[in-house]
């Protein structure tokens, strides 16, 4: 892969009729980043993000992730990329191990590894009590850990996380932040979207999308520099508001 | 292969852990197949009758006996008087009253005619018609017996075999409108729920995400529920050759083949339907009124397509379960092999294409 970009985002476009959801971005992500994707509800980061993991057809631009054209190549792209969506989404009547092995199994682990990897799962989330129980029985703080650790089950190139961290509480974000770190130190580039203008400061480089546009892409040090406010949620305002 | 024997796995799970999918499952079936076979019947048992007799001679005595010695009829009570008939029929219980005319001996004797009434209570029109038509023919084999001795030069006597169906059981007409209805429903209305759902609950998006083609993602939620159709289909038959001694006159083969292919035009209107829904509850609602409906109401099932209005008739040829019906009736009741039923095959054929090729249609517009 040149230059280390696991994402080369140019000129993205998507519409829908003739509105125009997002509008020739060009980003990229390097290898084992923690790329925060920001942006207020409708700015179109989702779309921008659905092109990305290979369930959407761009309208025009260029796109490579993990070094596949997302025009030509979107189910290669698929193996090497994890998904973690907004909604809670694992099954509620399956047990913990049954959803890891069900999502380890269509991911092609071979059962060897997939025993293997529940056990590490299990283990570092402390869920050994519980690993026969029905998911829908857990709270939503386990719920959302054991899904962003099945999305990185098959240990992807690059994860995708939709507002991960939507209604949980802030203990259970700040272990989640760790789990993020954890993956980015090992390699993994980390792809994320956020509300939270204080998990945008944990981010490497942000991104801030404004109709369908990136407005803004640099360091939160650099962001809040060049704005001149001592916090992300000012410079978000300041953009937003435009 | 391994992904979809785990997929297929993931399905069993979902479905045996939800009691009411089970229930629709394996309870229908049978709770359905054993309703239309023992309580819903066209046959009349023991139906109450009142008699008004006003003459009380040799001849009425002699007919009420017949009437009540056959299996049809039970005498509920005697009546007096006219204005009594208004109040039995008001209390319920029963459902006809013979009036006897007065002197009825006398005149039958000296006029050759007399005349009794039939009053049935019509709140029930198919038991009215039926309790008439079963007391006139008591009446007319009572007359038989009367005129043995007197030849007629001329009479035209119509001989009636029923045949496919000679002890015109109900059950032999429901036992194929109920397979359909159990097969419709298992196979769409269960498939759009449980595809729906994965929508709802946001694992359908996991899913597209993951290395698994879309059209595997469909085929491995569709699998079981073939397999749980066809095992239905097979407790039907085993029930209705069994419980009911409904014979099976033509051939097994043909029958399994016939039913495959109807399972697959309701597999692929499921998945259409659950194209065009974003709950389950939408799922279930045009599941219920747009396919359940029209299949017990205009597939000929309970109301015969001929004496439809002309319109109905033209829309009943767009519901596949009137051809299913068809061909199953043939091959069950009159053994009759592919060269009868190749239009209707046909069409089903058609309708299947038809449908697979819409809902991937429509699927592909819904990826974008």
Redesign the interface.
Known sequence: MKNNNVIQVEGLTKMFGDFTAVNAITFEVKKGEIFGFLGANGAGKTTAMKMLIGISNPTSGKANVAGFDVFTHAEDIKKSIGYMSQKFALYDDLTVKENITFFGGIYGLSRKRIKEKSAILIEELGLEKVANKLVGALPLGWKQKLSFSVSMIHDPKIVFLDEPTGGVDPITRRQFWEMIYKAANQGTTVFVTTHYMDEAEYCDRVSIMVNGKIEALDTPKQLKAKFEVDNMNDVFLKLARG | M??FI??I??EF??IF??RRSLFILFGMPIAQIMLFGFAITNEINNVDIAILDHSKDVTTEEIINKISASKYFSINQFIEKESDIETVFKKGKVKAVLNIEKDFSKNLIKEHKATIQIITDATDPNTANTISNYVNAILIQYQKELNKEITITYQTVPQTRMVYNPALKSVYMFVPGVMTIILMLVSAMMTSISITREKE???M?????????PFQVIVGKVFPYIFLSIINAVVIVLLSIFIFKMPVQGSLFLLALESILFIISALALGILISTISATQQTAMMISLMGLMLPVILLSGFIFPISSMPLPLQIISNIIPAKWFIIIIKGIMLKGVGIQFIWKETLILVAMTIFFIGLSVKKYKIR??
Not at chain 2, 205 to 213: F, H, R, T, W, Y
């Open positions: 391994k992904r785990g997929f796995k993931k799970y979902h852990r939800d609950l946001g694992t998006e996991i899913l597209l995400v993951s290395p698994l083609k990826l974008e």
